[in-house]
């Protein structure tokens, strides 16, 4: 089963092999969501500073009748804090937020700032320092694993060619149709694990008729032969649902895409237009 199964980062922690994912959940309503996952058998749950439901998460995590030790949480610092400084009281912030001693993965959001996402601008400083004060939280014991998410080859390089401690994780979006294979490559070269965020497109995957009709061969849900495609490239599928139903759905995925299907899948037309989804930075650019 899925929800027990687990990769394990460069550094020797184990991350469950697919996570909640809580962007659009709000304050109010992520406790009662973590604990309706916890209570189908995840173990990971994904939040972010940016989603403004950490205090949800949290108060979900201490409350769910599961040890603190047998769950997963990850957060990310907001794509805005770009210093030293900044990042330190970001980090201490979301500890506080949450309510607890530790965290088990936290990730820079964004290379840039949002409403940058698409300028000239790399900002290698400012991300190299944010980067230091993870190491620092992370050899302090704050936080157990420290990673990134939306960067491109040469935002890790410029990490790993300064960084007492790599990036055990790039979260990207990817999914059927948007599957960045020349960047998951590079991150799988690196011993970077791959976690994919939106795996059914932003709900636009359901619209196609392509993958309808092989789901449909393996009689399955679309979500359920998205979040397996990630799964057979070895990413981490990080699906986001406050619905119980869903959740379990996007859990029950013990079926196998064969290797035809898969380079079939692999090879579709890439994803043109993510409809009302496309305002927001990462669904209006493309990733290599």
């Not at 040890?67 to 794509?79: G, I, N, P, Q, S």
């Not at 406050?242 to 290797?259: C, G, R, T």
């Amino acid at each position: 089963m899925i929800l027990e199964e687990k990769f394990t980062l460069s550094n020797g922690v184990e991350i469950p092999k697919l996570g909640l994912g809580t962007w659009f959940i709000s304050d109010n309503d992520a406790a009662q969501a973590v604990k309706d996952a916890v209570n189908l058998g995840y173990r990971h749950i994904d939040t972010a500073q940016a989603y403004m439901n950490e205090r949800g998460v949290g108060e979900g995590i201490r409350t769910c009748g599961v040890k603190r030790e047998e769950l997963f949480v990850t957060t990310k610092l907001a794509a805005e804090v770009k210093s030293y400084n900044e990042a330190v009281a970001s980090i201490n912030n979301s500890l506080k937020t949450l309510g607890l001693d530790y965290i088990d993965l936290m990730i820079i959001h964004s290379p840039k700032p949002w409403m940058e996402f698409h300028s000239d601008d790399s900002y290698f400083e400012g991300n190299s320092e944010a980067w230091k004060a993870l190491e620092e939280a992370y050899k302090a014991g704050k936080i157990r694993s420290i990673g990134v998410s939306n960067f491109q080859k040469e935002d890790i390089k410029n990490i790993l060619e300064s960084c007492s401690v790599k990036p055990m994780v790039n979260q990207i979006l990817a999914h059927i149709s948007n599957t960045p294979k020349e960047l998951i490559q590079y991150c799988k070269d690196n011993n970077i694990l791959v976690e994919a965020y939106s795996p059914i497109g932003h709900g636009e995957l359901m619209k196609n008729q392509e993958v309808k009709t092989l789901a449909d061969k393996y009689g399955v849900s679309v979500p359920q032969l998205g979040i397996r495609y990630c799964l057979q490239l070895d990413m981490l599928p990080l699906p986001k649902t406050a619905n119980p139903a869903h959740m379990k759905n996007n859990a029950e995925v013990d079926f196998v895409i064969s290797d035809d299907d898969m380079h079939a899948l692999l090879n579709m037309e890439q994803i043109e237009d993510y409809g009302e989804a496309s305002i927001f930075p990462v669904y209006g650019g493309k990733m290599k």
